[in-house]
Structures are given as structure tokens and as C-alpha cells.
């Protein structure tokens, strides 16, 4: 499990989280959705360790201020909303990088298989920032999925934390992610993604966390979140809401705005 409570994040001058709970459970996909600027890449650094604010963060039952970098390492891997990377690295020694936590040192051939996973079989030699921008995207989720590759290791559940993984890809490859991140879930790790799509949203999660603002707005299953009055309340706009049958997940279909 995952348990973050009383989130206070102050970057420069500003609070950015307010007081935020939330808790994430292994076997499932837990999704965070919001506005522009609601907090949500503070709120996965702040699940991650790469910022510190006040409040506690659980990971596993271990608080994460008190774990050795390592130790977070081997818990969990992090996606960020952007990597910048400056070198003319190839595709390989970046996805290689996934195995500097040092347990996993004689996993070789995990980057090659992690390249597979996201489609880039055979791209290990290319440039990285030779790219395009949805190729580079997927190279760093192999970099991630190379350092949890397993989404056990013993007893203990690994956790993915992704910050808008499919927002430069299309659409069979934000299935292919987002694939790879319920069949994470599925073999007992947890993943905590943050999300603008919602029909991908209300597609691939179990639990949707809503950020405003900096406050934890409301939690709850597709069908309980994605509603138009939580729509209109949290994005300002009126979304129409349908279901489809035979599950009735719910769709957003945006054009009927201009109707
Ligand atoms: N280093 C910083 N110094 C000051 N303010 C910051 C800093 N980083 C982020 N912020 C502010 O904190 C707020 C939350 O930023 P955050 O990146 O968490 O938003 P987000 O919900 O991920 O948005 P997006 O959907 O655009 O990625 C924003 O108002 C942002 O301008
Ligand atoms: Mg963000």
C-alpha cells in the first residue's frame, strides 16, 4: 500500500498541496486527474521522495523519508512528466540506467527485453535525441520498467508512479502503456499514474484521485468520479457524460460541447 498523509508542498513563495491524503493499492491502477497547475507532478514527486514537503509518505509500510535512496530504488520507479536529456546518449545507455540501483546488475539483457515491451525493439544503438517525442517518451519508460522490471521482488510489491505516460503517443501506444501498466498491476505491483485523458482514465483505472487546486477535490471509482456536475465543479466546463453498456464505463465525448 501506498499512504500519503497531510501533503503540505511549498514551492518558492507558494503552498502547492494543501493538506493532501491520499492512499494507492498494490493490484491496482490508481489514477490522479486535474487541471493545469492543480499539483499533480508535485503530488507524484512527493509520492516518489524526489520532494519533500510536510506529512508522511508510506510506501509499503516504510516511511520514504527514512529509506536509503537504494532502498526507494528497488521500490519503485519513476516516470517523470519530462526528461531533458542534454548528451548525445543512445537509446541503450539511457534505458541501461534502469539497472544503476545495482540489484538487477546482472539483468543485461533487461533493456533490450524492457525496449521490446514498449516497441522499440531494435533501437538500442539509435540517438536518443534523435528521437521523435513519443519514441522518447517510451524510452524512458523502459528506462523505468528496466528498474522494476519484476512487480515483486520477494514479499515485497514494486510500485510504477508515471506522470502523463501516454501524453505524446498515440493511440495504439497509449494502449500499449497503458497495458503494460495493468498487467503491472495484475502481478501485484502498484502504479499511481497522472492522467489528462479521461476516457483513458475511465478505460485502464480502478480508483480516480481529483486534484483542484492543490486540494484533494474527491476519490472514487470511474463511474463515481466522472460525473458532469464533478466535471463542471473541478475543470469549469460542461461535459456531457455517457455510459456505454454492457459495463457503462463512462465516455466523454468533448464535440457535443459545440453542439
Ligand atoms: N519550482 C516551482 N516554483 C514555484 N512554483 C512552482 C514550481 N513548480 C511548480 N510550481 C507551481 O505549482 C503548481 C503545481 O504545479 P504542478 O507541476 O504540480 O502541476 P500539474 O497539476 O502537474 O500541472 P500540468 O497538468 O500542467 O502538468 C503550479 O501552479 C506551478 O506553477
Ligand atoms: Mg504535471
Do not use: C
Not at 509520492?47 to 536509503?68: F, M, P, Q, Y
Amino acid at each position: 500500500m501506498m499512504q500519503a498523509k497531510n501533503i503540505r508542498v511549498r514551492l518558492g513563495r507558494k503552498e502547492v498541496l494543501h493538506g493532501v491524503e491520499f492512499t494507492a493499492q498494490t493490484g491496482q491502477v490508481t489514477a490522479i486527474i486535474g487541471p493545469n497547475g492543480s499539483g499533480k507532478s508535485t503530488l507524484l514527486k512527493t509520492l516518489s521522495g524526489e520532494l519533500v514537503g510536510t506529512g508522511t509518505v508510506l510506501l509499503n509500510g516504510h516511511d520514504i523519508a527514512k529509506l536509503r535512496p537504494w532502498e526507494l530504488a528497488a521500490m519503485r520507479g519513476v516516470l517523470p512528466q519530462q526528461t531533458t536529456v542534454a548528451f548525445p546518449f543512445t537509446v541503450h545507455e539511457i534505458v541501461r540506467l534502469g539497472l544503476s540501483n545495482g540489484l538487477a546488475a546482472a539483468e543485461e539483457d533487461l533493456p533490450s527485453q524492457a525496449l521490446a515491451h514498449v516497441d522499440l525493439a531494435g533501437f538500442e544503438n539509435r540517438s536518443y535525441q534523435n528521437l521523435s517525442g513519443g519514441e522518447q517518451q517510451r524510452v524512458q519508460l523502459a528506462r523505468v520498467l528496466t528498474q522494476v522490471w519484476e512487480a515483486r521482488d520477494q514479499d515485497q510489491p514494486r510500485w510504477l508512479l508515471l506522470d502523463e505516460p501516454v501524453a505524446s503517443l498515440d493511440i495504439a501506444h497509449q494502449f500499449t502503456v497503458l497495458g503494460i501498466a495493468r498487467d503491472f498491476a495484475a502481478k501485484g505491483g502498484g502504479v499511481v499514474v497522472v492522467m489528462h485523458d479521461l476516457n483513458l482514465t475511465a478505460l485502464f483505472a480502478d480508483l480516480v484521485y481529483v486534484l483542484s487546486e492543490g486540494h484533494m477535490w474527491m476519490s472514487g471509482t470511474v463511474s463515481e468520479v466522472l460525473n458532469t456536475e464533478t466535471m463542471k465543479q473541478v475543470y469549469g466546463i460542461d461535459l456531457p457524460i455517457n455510459t456505454l453498456p454492457p459495463t457503462d464505463i463512462p465516455f466523454v465525448l468533448p464535440q457535443a460541447l459545440s453542439g
